[in-house]
């Protein structure tokens, strides 16, 4: 990997470019926080070796996949009530089912 620099003052900064622009979800965004602020030497490692978006990306779509598998587990374990005849029912029911499925994604996978 060959870097060019630009100057700057008294500095020579990196060109540094995203070479795949991605859109990045809900947990990647919140993995690479995580990752700025508690571990910024894997940050460091990662945006310069170019796979900081390929991380993001994959973080986010295992969190996706893993709350959804969590959540049909969830379901089955503790059945919602009908959605017809308690809608607000259902929807608390539901809200508490994905927070309890997201909290275990942060944990495990987001803010490891």
Known sequence: MELTYTPSGDYLLPDLTLSEPTSI???GMLRKTFLKEQ???TYAHLMLSETL???LTDIDRTAREQ???TMQ???RQHPAPDK???PMGWTG???SLK???EELILTELIYH
């Open 53 to 55: 978006n390929r991380h």
């Open 73 to 75: 587990k969830l379901i």
């Open 39 to 41: 571990r910024r030497g």
């Open 25 to 27: 979800g809900k947990y």
């Open 93 to 95: 029911h539901m809200n």
């Open 84 to 86: 017809g005849s308690d």
């Open 99 to 101: 927070q309890q499925a």
């Open 67 to 69: 709350i959804d598998q």
